[in-house]
């Protein structure tokens, strides 16, 4: 018998050495070969319990030596706390519950993984590119970068960013795209990188047309915004809030968040 016999599953396959927090290539793989240890099971359970009891909290710390598998189970809990399922219709929690001995502990995994949620994963120094907004707070600035595109806005720049939510908020967001797109034959995703600069004139004329206003007038309310344009953490925990919020409430779901 060859050693690779011993294995249920081939292991001479491409394996993933490090695990990555926005890889989802191989995520149906992840979830089914995943093994919960009697470790890992010991601190579903503490976790599960507050999650599900102590809604005001807001934060977990997860610790571990360096390669103890640290992110692997944060994108594991990650996924299976999220409401969203797969294409194929099955949810992440259903396809990693049978690996939890413990009743007690898949009792309460279950009945966290049913509250609405929704998961934002992602690595702060993939995510900070150092471009537009206030350098001071990088932190802060990846968060807003997120939520940004999240929503989507254009997430490189937060002033551009903050000039499309600002026409979502009056309904406009929509009809503006359209009108960019009629006006100039390009979509405004393609340009909005290049607004500043390559890209002006054809905004000018968008705006203009969409507004019926001239096209200085265009120029000058995209420089203001830039100029006025802030990161504050408390602005960004609003926002944060009432988009889980829309979202949620769209679904006809219960609304869980903290801030």
């Not at 011993?6 to 927090?21: N, Q, S």
């Not at 103890?68 to 944060?74: D, E, M, N, T, V």
């Not at 503006?176 to 600069?197: I, M, P, Q």
Request: charged share 30%; hydrophobic share 35%.
């Amino acid at each position: 018998m060859k050693i690779q016999e011993l294995f249920l599953k081939p292991v001479d396959r491409f394996i993933e050495g490090v695990i990555h927090a926005d890889d989802e290539r191989y995520i149906q793989t992840e979830l089914s070969e995943y093994v919960v240890t009697q470790d890992v099971a010991k601190g579903l359970g503490i976790f599960t319990e507050r999650y599900v009891s102590q809604t005001s909290s807001n934060g977990v710390w997860i610790s571990g030596f360096f390669g103890s598998g640290k992110s692997h189970l944060l994108k594991i809990l990650s996924l299976c706390l999220d409401s969203e399922s797969h294409s194929n219709g099955v949810r992440s929690a259903d396809i990693l519950l049978p690996k939890i001995k413990d009743e007690i502990v898949r009792a309460d995994f279950l009945k966290a993984a049913a509250i609405p949620s929704r998961s934002i994963l992602f690595n702060i120094d993939q995510k900070f590119d150092g471009i537009g907004g206030d350098h001071s707070a990088p932190i802060l600035e990846v968060f807003v970068k997120v939520l940004n595109e999240l929503q989507g806005y254009f997430g490189k720049q937060g002033y551009i960013a903050k000039f499309e939510r600002d026409l979502d908020l009056r309904g406009e967001f929509h009809p503006f795209k359209e009108t960019y797109l009629r006006v100039n034959g390009t979509a405004w995703e393609a340009d909005r990188e290049a607004l500043s600069t390559a890209r002006a004139a054809e905004f000018g004329k968008a705006y203009a047309e969409h507004f019926g206003v001239p096209e200085t007038e265009a120029y000058r309310s995209m420089q203001q915004t830039r100029e006025d344009y802030r990161v504050f953490s408390a602005s960004l925990r609003s926002r944060g809030k009432r988009s889980i919020s829309l979202r949620l409430c769209r679904d006809d779901e219960r609304v869980r968040t903290s801030c």
